[in-house]
């Protein structure tokens, strides 16, 4: 009888390019742009949305809504408090400025407007799917 060493296979780093991805999620005004989605990367239970602000002050990008899952957002500009946004969650009123996060939970009623951003300033949604499709979320 022969003996056969089998080697552990290494994980194959995975890429993805011609970002973003635009969709259509309920509940915003236009497409959102998607830089990670649960069929990229070979399957992963969040989502990253969003992107650079500084063209959108005093513009909402979607109506009050609601996802099924957990909602994070991520507020960053090149300085401390180069962007400033107004979000309203469970009706009550909060003021960000960058850097800083917010977890909105699922089923939350929410939106922002931008108050002030600076070039080079990014709002991101970190939707927690565990894998639930966003896209088809309400």
Not at 7 to 36: A, C, N
Not at 79 to 106: C, F, K, R
Not at 120 to 132: M, N
């Amino acid at each position: 009888m022969t003996t056969r060493t089998v080697e552990p296979s290494t994980p194959t780093p995975l890429v993805e390019r011609d970002l973003p991805v635009f969709q259509q999620i309920p509940g915003h005004y236009g497409q959102t742009p998607f830089f990670l989605t649960q069929d990229m990367l070979g399957g992963q239970p969040i989502e990253i949305a969003g992107g650079e602000i500084s063209d959108k002050v005093g513009k909402p990008v979607a109506a009050p809504h609601t996802h099924e899952v957990p909602e994070i957002y991520v507020l960053m500009s090149p300085n401390p408090g180069g962007a400033v946004i107004d979000v309203v969650a469970g009706g009550q009123h909060y003021e960000l400025a960058s850097p800083a996060t917010m977890l909105i939970p699922a089923g939350t009623v929410h939106h922002f407007v931008t108050k002030k951003a600076e070039t080079g300033s990014y709002c991101l949604g970190v939707l927690l799917t565990g894998g639930t499709s966003v896209a088809a979320a309400g």
